[in-house]
Nanobody, 118 residues
Framework: VQLQASGGGLVQTGGSLRLSCAASGRTFSNYAMGWFRQAPGKEHKFVAA????????RYAESVEGRFTISRDNAKNTLYLQMNRLKPEDTAVYYC????????????WGQGTQVTVSS
Protein backbone atom coordinates (compact mmCIF):
# COMPACT_ATOMS: atom_id res chain seq x y z
CA VAL A 1 0.00 0.00 0.00
CA GLN A 2 1.26 3.48 -0.90
CA LEU A 3 0.62 6.26 1.58
CA GLN A 4 0.69 10.03 1.35
CA ALA A 5 0.08 12.33 4.30
CA SER A 6 -1.20 15.88 3.97
CA GLY A 7 -2.81 18.67 5.97
CA GLY A 8 0.14 19.93 7.96
CA GLY A 9 1.02 23.57 8.43
CA LEU A 10 1.98 26.32 10.83
CA VAL A 11 -0.31 26.90 13.78
CA GLN A 12 -0.13 28.72 17.10
CA THR A 13 -0.11 26.98 20.45
CA GLY A 14 -3.62 25.85 21.29
CA GLY A 15 -4.66 25.63 17.66
CA SER A 16 -5.93 22.68 15.65
CA LEU A 17 -5.05 20.81 12.48
CA ARG A 18 -6.52 17.82 10.69
CA LEU A 19 -4.14 15.50 8.90
CA SER A 20 -5.17 13.11 6.15
CA CYS A 21 -3.45 10.05 4.75
CA ALA A 22 -4.49 8.81 1.33
CA ALA A 23 -3.85 5.15 0.61
CA SER A 24 -3.54 3.44 -2.75
CA GLY A 25 -2.53 0.01 -3.91
CA ARG A 26 -3.57 -2.90 -1.71
CA THR A 27 -6.88 -2.73 0.07
CA PHE A 28 -6.69 -0.11 2.80
CA SER A 29 -9.34 -1.82 4.91
CA ASN A 30 -7.10 -4.88 5.33
CA TYR A 31 -4.71 -2.99 7.59
CA ALA A 32 -4.62 -1.49 11.02
CA MET A 33 -3.23 2.01 10.53
CA GLY A 34 -1.16 4.39 12.57
CA TRP A 35 0.31 7.86 12.76
CA PHE A 36 3.93 8.48 13.69
CA ARG A 37 6.00 11.62 13.94
CA GLN A 38 9.63 12.54 13.65
CA ALA A 39 11.06 15.65 15.26
CA PRO A 40 14.35 17.06 13.92
CA GLY A 41 17.28 14.84 14.81
CA LYS A 42 15.07 12.20 16.44
CA GLU A 43 13.61 8.84 15.55
CA HIS A 44 10.07 8.19 14.45
CA LYS A 45 7.70 7.93 17.41
CA PHE A 46 4.27 6.36 17.68
CA VAL A 47 1.36 8.80 17.93
CA ALA A 48 -1.88 6.88 17.41
CA ALA A 49 -3.34 3.78 15.78
CA UNK A 50 -6.72 2.40 14.79
CA UNK A 51 -7.68 -1.19 14.13
CA UNK A 52 -9.26 -2.17 10.85
CA UNK A 53 -12.54 -3.79 11.95
CA UNK A 54 -13.53 -2.88 15.50
CA UNK A 55 -11.91 0.56 15.07
CA UNK A 56 -10.32 0.28 18.50
CA UNK A 57 -7.81 3.10 19.01
CA ARG A 58 -4.56 3.56 20.90
CA TYR A 59 -2.71 6.80 21.64
CA ALA A 60 0.68 7.85 22.89
CA GLU A 61 0.40 9.29 26.37
CA SER A 62 1.64 12.66 25.13
CA VAL A 63 -1.35 13.14 22.81
CA GLU A 64 -4.10 11.30 24.71
CA GLY A 65 -7.17 13.51 25.03
CA ARG A 66 -5.95 16.00 22.40
CA PHE A 67 -5.65 13.92 19.23
CA THR A 68 -8.28 11.71 17.60
CA ILE A 69 -7.53 9.10 14.95
CA SER A 70 -10.21 7.92 12.55
CA ARG A 71 -10.54 6.20 9.21
CA ASP A 72 -12.90 6.05 6.26
CA ASN A 73 -12.41 2.70 4.55
CA ALA A 74 -14.73 3.68 1.70
CA LYS A 75 -12.42 6.59 0.87
CA ASN A 76 -9.17 4.75 1.67
CA THR A 77 -8.25 7.58 4.01
CA LEU A 78 -6.86 7.88 7.51
CA TYR A 79 -7.27 11.02 9.61
CA LEU A 80 -5.70 12.62 12.65
CA GLN A 81 -7.56 15.47 14.32
CA MET A 82 -5.11 17.41 16.46
CA ASN A 83 -6.44 19.87 19.02
CA ARG A 84 -4.76 21.98 21.69
CA LEU A 85 -1.48 21.75 19.87
CA LYS A 86 1.77 22.38 21.73
CA PRO A 87 5.23 23.37 20.46
CA GLU A 88 6.45 19.86 21.32
CA ASP A 89 4.03 18.49 18.72
CA THR A 90 6.22 20.04 16.03
CA ALA A 91 7.40 17.26 13.73
CA VAL A 92 6.93 15.62 10.37
CA TYR A 93 3.93 13.33 10.61
CA TYR A 94 3.74 10.04 8.73
CA CYS A 95 1.11 7.37 8.36
CA UNK A 96 1.79 3.65 8.08
CA UNK A 97 0.09 0.31 8.27
CA UNK A 98 0.84 -1.28 11.64
CA UNK A 99 0.96 -4.76 13.15
CA UNK A 100 -0.72 -6.00 16.32
CA UNK A 101 1.93 -4.28 18.42
CA UNK A 102 1.49 -0.96 16.59
CA UNK A 103 4.80 -1.27 14.80
CA UNK A 104 4.95 0.11 11.24
CA UNK A 105 4.94 -2.51 8.50
CA UNK A 106 5.03 -0.22 5.47
CA UNK A 107 7.56 2.32 4.26
CA TRP A 108 7.05 5.86 5.51
CA GLY A 109 6.07 7.50 2.27
CA GLN A 110 5.50 11.24 2.15
CA GLY A 111 5.04 12.95 5.48
CA THR A 112 3.53 16.31 6.32
CA GLN A 113 5.19 19.04 8.40
CA VAL A 114 3.41 20.32 11.49
CA THR A 115 4.90 23.38 13.17
CA VAL A 116 3.43 24.79 16.36
CA SER A 117 4.65 28.23 17.34
CA SER A 118 4.78 29.36 20.95
Amino acid sequence: VQLQASGGGLVQTGGSLRLSCAASGRTFSNYAMGWFRQAPGKEHKFVAAIRRIDLNTRYAESVEGRFTISRDNAKNTLYLQMNRLKPEDTAVYYCAAVDNWYRPVTSWGQGTQVTVSS
